[in-house]
């Protein structure tokens, strides 16, 4: 990623207050100020690609690196952001406190650091941040070192290194929890997913041994327990027993509620956990249980989070709303909540959270695609689609591009069709597994139901609705069904009417 494109998405998620802030914590810096006008280029005159960005900015410094501009001037916001972090977030204030202790110990003012460590330690308990926890101990046995022990009994000596070897073991523990979700996410991503229970057992090691992790003797805290049921609902997720991953989403956000003062800020592995609870009853087809999880995003406090935060927490609850609309066929409905939508959820944060921006664009295309108003649709997604290519191992990604091909069908576009159909398989053919559904989809459209006549659209459909089937009733295929129904939709071609 270049450094002009990495100042290009930094700005972009910044909101108006942290920009204000930037521009007063910039006025402190001395000399030529080439990365003020960068960013005014990009903050304010809205510029949202590097070639224009590079053009204007040499017109404006001519002789000037564009590239050590975008450098420093990351710099200086990352810089800015940490300022203001440090008055909101345990995590930085606690490592600010541990930097002035070291301050205090290097300047031999003994008594006011080792006052400070027991402050701090005594934070690092409470939020359960064992790093943090174990550097006190360290700090304070490493300048008793120094110092050659002044005043200290044996016993104070060897209980300080307890405490920081039980540090040690449970960051051990939840980084081995750590380890072996980050081996299931990366099988995962890279190769390509679970299709059958072949594939299901290729990650049987995982389990068991974090099975074993989870049996150990090590006493679990709420980042370890997190982290076993992060692993639980991933895997469970991702070979088709959505069942169980909700059972464990529930877990999880349970665990969250029940802990709110350790969660993060702003807290987004407890809106993620909400988020997996809903995507799991998508799948599993509870409609009914969604709008109390829709309610518990609603409620989630957003006093001091950052814009972003808060636009996520709005994409999501729109994605969901409008799902429920559409399961339901309120499709005049669903039109109707797109209209109250405010304008800047749209452009606001676009290269932040690009899945849920490509599942809120194809929601939108799908209500209109609903009431039959095809260009409307078509424009939603061509609105996304080129920019989210790189997004293509996202399920929602190869929804859009289903969707995509299903309406030019519809409007009868033969050129555009080929064209897409031809794109798709090439797009993917060398990146992931064909699902059945997709296969269906092509089927469909090849066997050509709009031209055939009523009595062979009937002779067809027993071997349509056997394969429609098959399809639906293979776990494998829920990824992209709880998008598009694609068994109903292959159905209804061959009722067509002439």
């Known amino acids: 990623m270049s450094s002009t494109f990495t100042a290009l998405k930094l700005i972009n998620s910044l909101s108006g207050s942290e920009k204000r802030h930037f521009k007063l914590f910039s006025e402190k810096q001395q000399g030529e100020k080439d990365y003020q006008g960068l960013f ?119 209980e300080m290194q307890m405490k920081a070897k039980e540090s040690l073991r449970t960051m051990h523990h939840i980084e081995g929890h750590y380890s072996l979700y980050e081996l299931l996410k990366y099988r995962l991503i890279h190769y390509g997913g679970i299709k059958s229970d072949d594939d299901k057992k290729k990650l049987n090691d995982l389990l068991l041994s974090e099975v074993s992790l989870v049996a150990g003797k090590v006493k679990n805290s709420f980042e370890s327990r997190k982290l076993h049921l992060l692993f639980q609902s991933f895997f469970f997720t991702h070979t088709g027993d959505h069942k169980s991953a909700l059972k464990t989403f529930q877990e999880l956000n349970k665990l969250f509620e029940q802990n709110t003062d350790l969660q993060e800020h702003p807290p987004i592995a407890y809106f993620s956990s909400l988020d997996g609870i809903l995507d799991s009853l998508n799948s599993n087809q509870h409609y009914e249980q969604m709008p109390f999880y829709i309610d518990k995003i609603s409620g989630i406090d957003v006093t001091s989070c950052p814009d972003h935060f808060r636009y996520l ?115 993917f053919q060398q990146k992931l597994k064909q699902l059945k559904s997709e296969k269906l989809l092509f089927k469909t459209i090849q066997l050509d139901p709009y031209n055939n006549s009523p009595a062979k659209n009937k002779s067809l459909v027993p071997r349509i609705r056997k394969y429609c089937e098959s399809v639906q009733e293979d776990k494998y295929e829920r990824t992209l069904l709880k998008y598009l129904d694609l068994p109903t939709w292959a159905l209804l071609q061959f009722k067509v009417k002439h």
Request: charged share 25%; with cysteine.
């Open 313 to 427: 927490l709005q994409k999501t609850i729109a994605v969901y709303s409008l799902k429920l609309l559409i399961q339901n066929q309120n499709y005049s409905e669903a039109i109707a909540y797109i209209k109250t939508l405010e304008p800047n959820l749209w452009a606001a944060y676009h290269l932040i959270n690009v899945e849920k921006r490509m599942e809120l664009h194809f929601y939108c295309s799908l209500a209109f695609f609903g009431q039959k108003e095809y260009k409307k649709a078509l424009k939603y997604l061509i609105d996304i689609t080129p920019e989210s290519a790189q997004y293509a191992l996202l399920p929602v990604y190869k929804a859009v591009r289903l969707l995509q091909i299903i309406i030019h069908y519809e409007l009868k576009n033969a050129t555009f069709l080929t064209y897409e159909i031809r794109s798709y398989k090439r797009f």
């Open 40 to 158: 005014d280029l990009i903050a304010d005159q809205a510029l949202t690609d590097t070639r224009s960005i590079a053009q204007a900015y040499q017109k404006m410094f001519p002789g000037s690196s564009l590239d050590t501009a975008s450098r420093y001037l990351v710099k200086l916001i990352t810089d800015s952001l940490i300022q203001s972090k440090i008055e909101k977030d345990n995590l930085f204030h606690l490592f600010q406190r541990l930097m002035r202790v070291k301050i205090l110990q290097e300047r031999s003012l003994a008594e006011e650091a080792h006052h400070e460590l027991k402050k701090i330690r005594k934070k690092a308990e409470e939020s359960q941040n064992h790093f943090v926890q174990y550097m006190t101990f360290r700090y304070e046995l490493n300048y008793l070192s120094e110092v050659d022990f002044p005043g200290m009994s044996d016993t104070y000596l060897v």
